[in-house]
């Protein structure tokens, strides 16, 4: 079955960086739009990153985000990556895995996640 599982996460100082990854298996991986979601303690999920499916990949950033995180694919690895640079506190959070099949968004999946604490 289809299966997503994150990496990567940890504890690292606020300026720090880190790199998560996202092994996917079970599905066609080349053809999903591949997304990073973050949740916060109380807070709503919301989207990180994505990165579509197309032989020339687009990609689109919160705007937290931009010019720190950048989200690349390895379709030969089925892996999805997020590099965070630039860290800060407010980043702060569990990171998860999405895919979605663009044509039919019932074919999603999510992984279960992977922590990541800014902190001093």
């Known amino acids: 079955q289809a299966q997503l599982v994150e990496s990567g996460g940890g504890l690292v100082q606020p300026g720090g960086s880190l790199t998560l990854a996202c092994k996917a298996s079970?599905?066609?991986?080349?053809?999903?739009?591949m997304s990073w979601y973050r949740q916060a303690p109380d807070e709503e999920r919301e989207l990180v990153a994505s990165?579509?499916?197309?032989?020339?990949?687009?990609?689109n950033y919160a705007d937290s985000v931009k010019g720190r995180f950048t989200i690349s694919r390895d379709n030969a690895k089925n892996t999805v990556y997020l590099q965070m640079n630039s860290l800060k506190p407010e980043d702060t959070a569990v990171y998860y895995c999405h895919a979605v099949f663009p044509w039919n968004n019932e074919h999603n999946y999510w992984g279960q996640g992977t922590l990541v604490t800014v902190s001093s």
């Open positions: 079970g599905f066609g991986f080349v053809s999903y739009v």
């Open positions: 990165i579509s499916q197309t032989v020339t990949p687009t990609t």
